[in-house]
């Protein structure tokens, strides 16, 4: 590939297996450390306001998941920015980056494994080491993949869906509208396609995040992982530069 050419274009499995991803690590965080969000941070807020006026205990990590899952995605910003301008993606780094702070989630998990305490110190650094993968994983889609719905947060890509499904009934009730405007149905369509596969992956990772830990308890992140190590070898394959 020459210095001049684009990347190739994205796979469409790409979107849905990063809100896999997303939604795995974040069951499973939720469901080993007393009711920690990974990915969707905000939820955490939620649980630590809560438990201040029922049991004050693990609402340190909780309150700290938010600021760490920005320093995570500074981490990522900063990367990004220091090449910006260069001939090659800063997408296999950040991935790199990404299964580090993963790995390191995983072995704290082993480490430490059963936490039994909320307020365990080595529980609470495993929960933010995960929350800031999200982080990059967020910055990532939003700096590197465009056009890509966010696949951490699903309440905007649910608002979307319903916003597409409304417009393609729309135009399916009234024929003569879409033919006046087929490029908006065909846009409306693409975009529904892609949100909808980024929510099921989502979905189907919250599953399979439940399934694991119930089979495999502190191991059971592996799998994020892996599936982050095979982006980082597609995404080094695909080659190009970073979107200005």
């Known amino acids: 590939m020459s210095a001049e050419a684009g990347p190739a274009p994205l796979p469409r499995a790409v979107p849905p297996l990063l809100s896999l991803v997303a ?4 069951t499973i965080t939720f469901l080993a450390l007393f009711g ?5 941070v905000t939820g955490s807020f939620v649980v630590a306001a809560a438990e201040l006026g029922v049991d004050d205990r693990g609402v340190a990590a909780k309150m ?12 990522a910003a900063a990367i990004i920015i220091a090449r ?3 001939k090659r993606s800063s997408l296999p780094l950040v991935f790199a980056l990404e299964a580090v ?3 390191g989630f995983v072995a704290l998990m082993v480490y430490s494994w059963p936490i039994t305490d909320p307020d365990s110190w080595l529980g609470a650094a495993a929960g933010l080491l995960s929350a800031a993968a999200m982080g990059v994983q967020s910055t990532l889609v939003r700096l590197l993949l465009r056009g890509v719905p966010q696949t951490n947060v699903m309440t905007g890509n649910s608002t979307q869906l319903a916003i597409d499904a409304t417009e393609l009934i729309y135009a399916r009730l009234r024929p003569s509208r879409m033919a006046a405007d087929p490029a908006l149905a065909a846009e409306a369509r693409k975009r529904f396609a892609t949100v909808f596969s980024v929510l099921a992956g989502f979905l189907l990772g919250a599953l399979g995040g439940a399934l694991a830990y119930a089979l495999a308890g502190p191991w059971s992140a592996s799998l994020a992982i892996v599936i982050v190590a095979g982006l980082i070898a597609w995404s080094a394959k695909r080659g190009g530069s970073d979107p200005v």
């Open 23 to 26: 939604g795995y690590v974040d």
């Open 36 to 40: 920690f969000f990974a990915a969707q």
């Open 64 to 75: 700290l998941a938010i600021p760490v899952f920005m320093l995570g995605a500074g981490m």
């Open 84 to 86: 910006r301008g260069g």
């Open 101 to 103: 702070l993963l790995g």
